[in-house]
């Protein structure tokens, strides 16, 4: 009697697994937020690269150097406001008790390596930008400085996410790490007013909001910032999916290992 | 209460604690760090009422080329900086960046020449590097009118 039950039982359970299985792979394949996501950021890059290249003037200064100001600063606040905001805000959300959920953890470690690549590319493309203008290609004022460190605080925060303990603990490691790599991020912001540094202070966020740039430079940068934006929503979605199909490679695992009990003799 | 939450509890507790005081040292070394040495350069100003404390030892000195001054002699490159009303002529040995010209803001490496000013030096700045800083002020290029112009 009682091992028919559990024979019941355990093809519920089968059942049940199957299900959720067949819900992950259903969610994760093609989908019109994917389509929409790529062929946008697809588009917005081809416009930003017309737009910037041969629409936009030169800069009486800085000539053609100008039209590095559609790149790094659009990279720039994807990494600062747009990816390490979100990692700030998920991991407040798993830490607040009401809306906790191991979705946050996860998108808190997708928008983070989004940011960490981001970042990467901010530095990259800011000292080339450095050489052709300052004469440098990097030199330790405070928000080049500072940006460095931003780099290292969310790459350690990556290596902590690999770190082992229960699903919670994890968590929990993760969000409060994730707190404080984010004390950095005001901090490269407001550099350039506290501080007497080589690096120009804002063109866009100026304390008041108004532009010191033209307004089709202006308007190519927004554009630049749409593009890094969904490139960034595209690579989320595509990482998350990442996270949910490594639950279904864990599920399979799990189900081959209790056939291989049930088999046995 | 069992005496396992309560350990529990007071775990937590102690945890929290060593966090908030490393995050007030975090904070307090950026803090002290920044404030004191962050500063990435003097303006001329700066530069020349403390001239006392600088001496003759290597800064950075930040100012906007004087346009009328500017002078190539043999690998030097001689000129002046201004910051508010405060003028200090600069002889260079460092190529000067390709946006290098009258009006911009730089940022120079160097020091004070010997003197009998304050601190043992003169106003002169010997420098050995040239940076452009540029402002967040972007200009939009006219080439129509260049071309006015060379017709």
């Given at each position: 009697?009682?091992?028919?039950?559990?024979?019941?039982?355990?093809?519920?359970?089968?059942?049940?697994?199957?299900?959720?299985?067949?819900?992950?792979?259903?969610?994760?394949?093609?989908?019109?937020?994917?389509?929409?996501?790529?062929?946008?950021?697809?588009?917005?890059?081809?416009?930003?690269?017309?737009?910037?290249?041969?629409?936009?003037?030169?800069?009486?200064?800085?000539?053609?150097?100008?039209?590095?100001?559609?790149?790094?600063?659009?990279?720039?606040?994807?990494?600062?406001?747009?990816?390490?905001?979100?990692?700030?805000?998920?991991?407040?959300?798993?830490?607040?008790?009401?809306?906790?959920?191991?979705?946050?953890?996860?998108i808190a470690g997708a928008s983070a390596e989004i940011g960490v690549l981001y970042l990467a590319l901010?530095?990259?493309?800011?000292?080339?930008?450095?050489?052709?203008?300052?004469?440098?290609?990097?030199?330790?004022?405070?928000?080049?400085?500072?940006?460095?460190?931003?780099?290292?605080?969310?790459?350690?925060?990556?290596?902590?996410?690999?770190?082992?303990?229960?699903?919670?603990?994890?968590?929990?490691?993760?969000?409060?790490?994730?707190?404080?790599?984010?004390?950095?991020?005001?901090?490269?912001?407001?550099?350039?007013?506290?501080?007497?540094?080589?690096?120009?202070?804002?063109?866009?966020?100026?304390?008041?909001?108004?532009l010191t740039v033209p307004l089709s430079m202006g308007l190519t940068m927004g554009l630049g910032f749409?593009?890094?934006?969904?490139?960034?929503?595209?690579?989320?979605?595509?990482?998350?999916?990442?996270?949910?199909?490594?639950?279904?490679?864990?599920?399979?695992?799990?189900?081959?290992?209790?056939?291989?009990?049930?088999?046995?003799? | 209460?069992?005496?396992?939450?309560?350990?529990?509890?007071?775990?937590?507790?102690?945890?929290?604690?060593?966090?908030?005081?490393?995050?007030?040292?975090?904070?307090?070394?950026?803090?002290?760090?920044?404030?004191?040495?962050?500063?990435?350069?003097?303006?001329?100003?700066?530069?020349?009422?403390?001239?006392?404390?600088?001496?003759?030892s290597d800064f950075r000195i930040e100012g906007n080329v004087i346009g009328s001054t500017i002078k190539?002699?043999?690998?030097?490159?001689?000129?002046?900086?201004?910051?508010?009303?405060?003028?200090?002529?600069?002889?260079?040995?460092?190529?000067?960046?390709?946006?290098?010209?009258?009006?911009?803001?730089?940022?120079?490496?160097?020091?004070?020449?010997?003197?009998?000013?304050?601190?043992?030096?003169?106003?002169?700045?010997?420098?050995?590097?040239?940076?452009?800083?540029?402002?967040?002020?972007?200009?939009?290029?006219?080439?129509?009118?260049?071309?006015?112009?060379?017709?």
């Open positions: 009697m009682t091992s028919i039950l559990e024979t019941e039982n355990s093809d519920n359970q089968t059942q049940k697994e199957i299900t959720l299985i067949e819900n992950i792979l259903k969610k994760t394949g093609p989908s019109y937020t994917k389509y929409i996501l790529g062929i946008g950021s697809v588009l917005t890059a081809c416009l930003t690269i017309w737009l910037g290249l041969f629409i936009t003037p030169k800069d009486e200064h800085l000539g053609n150097t100008v039209r590095l100001l559609y790149v790094h600063p659009p990279v720039a606040w994807a990494a600062l406001y747009l990816a390490f905001g979100t990692t700030t805000l998920a991991s407040l959300l798993w830490l607040w008790p009401k809306t906790r959920s191991y979705f946050w953890d996860k901010t530095l990259v493309t800011g000292s080339i930008w450095g050489r052709t203008t300052w004469g440098v290609w990097w030199t330790w004022d405070a928000r080049l400085t500072l940006t460095a460190v931003l780099l290292v605080l969310y790459i350690a925060y990556l290596a902590i996410r690999q770190l082992d303990g229960s699903d919670k603990t994890k968590a929990n490691r993760n969000a409060i790490t994730a707190l404080f790599a984010a004390i950095d991020v005001p901090i490269v912001h407001f550099s350039v007013l506290w501080w007497n540094t080589l690096h120009q202070t804002a063109s866009v966020l100026t304390p008041g909001l108004h749409l593009c890094t934006t969904l490139i960034w929503g595209w690579m989320m979605k595509v990482r998350y999916d990442i996270e949910l199909l490594k639950v279904v490679d864990s599920e399979i695992e799990l189900q081959r290992a209790i056939m291989q009990r049930r088999n046995e003799p | 209460m069992t005496t396992n939450e309560r350990l529990l509890k007071r775990r937590k507790l102690r945890i929290v604690i060593v966090l908030a005081i490393l995050l007030v040292i975090f904070g307090a070394l950026i803090y002290e760090g920044l404030t004191n040495s962050i500063e990435y350069f003097e303006t001329a100003s700066q530069a020349v009422a403390n001239r006392q404390t600088l001496g003759t190539r002699k043999n690998e030097e490159t001689l000129f002046s900086i201004s910051s508010g009303k405060t003028v200090v002529p600069v002889i260079s040995n460092g190529s000067p960046p390709q946006l290098f010209q009258p009006g911009i803001p730089v940022v120079l490496v160097g020091h004070f020449a010997k003197g009998n000013g304050p601190g043992g030096t003169s106003l002169l700045f010997l420098s050995s590097q040239i940076m452009v800083k540029h402002t967040n002020q972007y200009i939009a290029a006219h080439p129509n009118r260049v071309k006015i112009v060379k017709n």
